[in-house]
């Protein structure tokens, strides 16, 4: 990784030596049969850890401070990590990763290809590190609630730094000039609309700041310094390309779920719409993995999730899930949609860079380059081809545009409560028609939803620094989210290139694995891979 990562890793093996309690040989983990091929050696079904996420292990506690906190009973959330308490256990991983990378260098003799596996486990215990980052400084913090202590304060403000530096080496930071073309998109929506006296106080508190209350003054919404800038068109010919390929490449899906959706509506009594309730997007689903997958060849399930309210796809289990809380799918077009993006993009993409002898290609690629991950091309694209489809032109709106906007104001210093105040505002205001007068229900609904968009950039953190401890230091962000935003710009521009060049077999390209075209390295990679799978494999 870059010069910030590697030093990060460095000095997080200082911190934790090994310790006769943390296995470090070979032996302990393969025993008398050491892998011999990389394709061993990264087996997702024996080394779960190959696609750890930092986010699960930073669920925390802030749904329940939402009542106190909207009725300003506290001036920012505190957070509480119960899996924190489990971080030691994220040694043993590490540590495997670390003789992985070893072992690798014995059994890999192309050194491209090393370098991508050495690239994308050093970027897993990156992430190992960043948790247990988090979790020191949770403990920090902690001891200094407990006792001023300058030693203990020096440490925290240290481990800060260190986190904010890491994070983004993994994660990245706001881009100027795809913020401006952001807050651009946002402001010419505000500016356009026409507002009740209520609104366009909200609208003047947008643009000017306000006080909160006789300590906390909220500083004005962001401005673009570049007024020019512009995210990419959604009515562009290069989207319209897109979504006619898209359908003739998908076309088996579209016949699937049409006739899925047709044989369904036959069942309801005259006059009846069908809706298509999360136990029925599960059984689609299943007819369609069965499409893609006959012969199970690799283990794809699909779950009905309780407690959930999404569709997505969890590649560390090959899985499809269904939100078991969402709402019923009301058409056919939705439906698929919904199913291209999920099946269509990230489980295609997993069995076609299965049948490589690259397991990365499968599990994602990353590279010791200034983006690394293939993540933020695959969720930008995933959701531009679910777009690319639909009758209905697709807008920037709040939804787009809020966790790239809201990280940079965090990162300019706002802190949870800045960053709450001013998206609920932008949110709800983007939603009103012209002198509406929004409901109350309306406006706690955007209070909740900005609510939880901050939650979302503040996980791992400590919203509640200051009050707790004295320390004023620049909040810390989790800043993955950066990638949806990141993700549909780098898309839309590189789907631009194949639309003037009209390059469908690119296209086509896009779904043989786990990658970032964009990446050269990343690229070449890919191509190298495909050409060396066999008649078997494929």
Not at 26 to 31: H, L
Not at 127 to 142: D, M, N, P, R, S
Not at 515 to 534: G, S
Request: charged share 30%.
């Amino acid at each position: 990784m870059h010069n910030r990562m590697t030093k990060a890793l460095k000095t997080n093996n200082q911190d934790q030596a090994p310790s006769p309690s943390r296995p470090r040989s070979v032996d302990s983990y393969y025993g008398d049969n050491p892998p011999e091929t990389t394709k061993e050696l990264l087996d997702l079904s024996k080394f779960k850890i190959l696609s750890f996420q930092s986010y699960s292990w930073l669920v925390n506690s802030g749904l329940d401070e939402l009542a106190d906190f909207k009725a300003s009973l506290c001036l920012n959330p505190s957070l509480i990590y119960p899996k924190f308490k489990e971080v030691e256990s994220l040694g043993q991983d590490k540590a495997r990763l670390e003789e992985a990378v070893d072992i690798a260098a014995g059994i890999e003799p192309d050194a491209d290809k090393l370098k991508v596996i050495d690239a994308t486990l050093n970027f897993r215990r990156a992430e190992i590190g960043y948790v247990e980052l988090a979790a020191e400084i949770a403990k920090l913090k902690q001891s200094l609630e407990k006792a001023e202590d300058k030693q203990t304060e020096n440490i925290l403000r240290a481990k800060i730094k260190e986190m904010r530096e890491l994070g983004h080496e993994l994660y990245g930071e706001p881009d100027s000039e795809i913020c401006d073309m952001a807050l651009n998109e946002l402001w010419s929506a505000l500016d356009k609309r026409s507002y009740s006296p209520s609104m366009q106080k909200l609208y003047d508190e947008l643009s000017s700041g306000f006080w909160f209350d006789e300590g906390k003054y909220i500083n004005p919404m962001l401005r673009a310094e570049n007024q020019e800038a512009r995210l990419p068109d959604f009515e562009d010919e290069s989207v319209k390309w897109l979504g006619k390929h898209i359908a003739e490449i998908t076309a088996d899906m579209h016949a699937i779920v049409y006739e899925y959706w047709d044989h369904a509506s036959a069942t309801m009594e005259e006059g009846e719409k069908y809706l298509c309730y999360p136990v029925d997007i599960v059984e689609a689903i299943k007819i369609l993995v069965n499409h893609y997958d006959p012969e199970n060849k690799y283990g794809i399930k699909v779950d009905l999730v309780e407690g959930r309210n999404s569709i997505s796809w969890d590649t560390a289990s090959a899985t499809v899930m269904v939100g078991a809380d969402r709402d019923p799918i009301e058409s056919a077009e939705e439906l698929y949609q919904k199913v291209l993006h999920e099946i269509g993009v990230h489980m295609v993409r997993f069995i076609n860079g299965s049948k490589t002898d690259m397991p990365l290609m499968a599990t994602g690629v990353y590279t010791d380059t200034k983006r690394p991950d293939y993540l933020t091309f695959e969720e930008g694209s995933a959701t531009l081809i679910e777009e690319s489809i639909s009758e209905k032109v697709s807008e920037w709106d709040a939804v787009k545009l809020g966790h790239y906007i809201n990280i940079s104001m965090a990162e300019a210093g706002a802190d949870f409560r800045s960053v709450y105040e001013m998206s609920w505002r932008y949110r709800l205001l983007m939603e009103l028609s012209d002198n509406e007068e929004p409901t109350e229900e309306k406006i706690e609904k955007h209070k909740n939803l900005a609510y939880k968009a901050c939650l979302r950039i503040f996980r791992g953190t400590q919203p509640d620094l200051l009050e707790s401890t004295g320390i004023d230091v620049v909040p810390l962000t989790f800043n993955k989210d950066l990638a949806y935003l990141n993700g549909r710009v780098i898309a839309m521009q590189y789907v631009k290139k194949l639309y003037e060049d009209d390059d469908v077999e690119g296209l086509r390209f896009v779904f043989v694995g786990k990658f970032d075209p964009t990446i050269p390295e990343q690229y070449e990679l890919a191509k190298k891979c495909v050409a060396e799978i066999t008649p078997q494999a494929a």
